[in-house]
């Protein structure tokens, strides 16, 4: 017979124990709602194949491209500067457009096929909607458990991860602009909002700067970054109104937005020049955003 007091010993060795492995349990259930979605969106390999070579082939035209873009890429090491199959005959030049998300295909079979040689690149294209969602909905739950809690993170990316107009294209095959741009979506917005609640100022710069790449990588890839551009610049306005901004907000605002444009500046000058970005209604408020809070800062703190 044991007594109380190692009774009482082993209690607590069961309540420490629980404590210390509870907090994995939200995780797990992440990993299994991310496997489902996964497992989902690749029910349709099979009918992804040619059936006169029996490889791997795109679900429709515009995922056609950017095959044709990675196949390019894969066989001469950069994408071409005219493609002569658009616009005959004077061909298309804007191919910059599909350069980030063409490499990205390759790099993701370059990376499958290490492990496994069997792996094609017309495989790896027509996974990547698959893959890119899977790493997506681990930045939409931070996003969301950083902003409320985990039980909400985890509803909404249930409901994420089988919503028709995402699960659509977010389809293996369907190896379009969105998945590859709701990714960094979530990772741009993940970051900014981890910035901003953080403590340290050094981190804090730092995780901005990240999510100023993101956006900016986003903006490479994907039209989409316009909500980015609009929600974050409504709301640090609203912030500033609310007089809850500080020169450690001003810095962190500053970082984000000046290292996104930086990359848009230089990586896709064509769309994202200084004219384009001022004109433009999204990018103008936060670049309005920008100039209020550093007028304020200049004139009425300093």
């Keep these: 017979m044991e007594s109380d007091s190692e009774l009482e010993k082993r209690k607590e060795k069961a309540l ?13 259930i992440l990993v299994v709602i991310v496997w489902i979605s996964y497992k989902i969106r690749v029910q349709n390999l099979p009918y992804l194949k040619d059936i006169t070579t029996g490889n791997f082939i795109p ?45 990205f295909i390759v790099y993701l079979y370059k990376f499958l096929h290490f492990f496994n040689p069997n792996v094609t690149l017309g495989y790896a294209d027509v996974i990547y909607p698959a893959v890119a ?16 809690n985990f039980r909400a993170a985890l509803i909404a990316s249930a409901f994420l991860g089988v919503i028709p107009a995402f699960l ?9 602009k969105e ?7 979530f990772m741009a917005l993940y970051l900014f909002v981890y910035s901003w609640k953080s403590e340290n100022i050094k981190k804090s710069l730092i995780v901005a700067l990240l999510s100023g790449i993101s956006t900016g990588l986003m903006g490479l890839i994907w039209g989409g970054v316009n909500f980015v551009f609009l929600i974050i610049g409504i709301f640090v306005l609203i912030v500033f109104l609310l007089n809850r901004f500080n020169k450690r907000e001003l810095y962190l605002y500053s970082a984000w937005i000046i290292s996104s444009f930086i990359i848009l500046f230089i990586s896709f000058p064509s769309r994202f020049s200084i004219s384009n970005i001022l004109t433009s209604t999204t990018t103008s408020i936060s670049i309005f955003a920008l100039a209020v809070i550093w007028i304020d800062y200049l004139i009425f703190q300093k």
């Design 16 to 28: 420490k124990f629980l404590k210390d492995y509870l907090i994995y349990i939200p995780y797990l």
């Design 59 to 103: 679900a429709d035209p515009d995922a056609m491209v950017f095959f044709r873009y990675a196949s390019y890429i894969l066989e001469h090491g950069k994408i071409m500067a005219v493609d002569t199959l658009r616009y005959y005959p004077l061909g298309f030049n804007g191919t910059e457009e599909f350069s980030l998300l063409s490499h």
């Design 133 to 148: 969602l899977a790493i997506a909905m681990i930045f939409f739950f931070l996003l969301v458990r950083k902003l409320t």
């Design 168 to 176: 659509f294209r977010t389809m293996a095959g369907v190896s379009d």
């Design 179 to 185: 998945a590859f741009g709701t990714l960094l979506m």
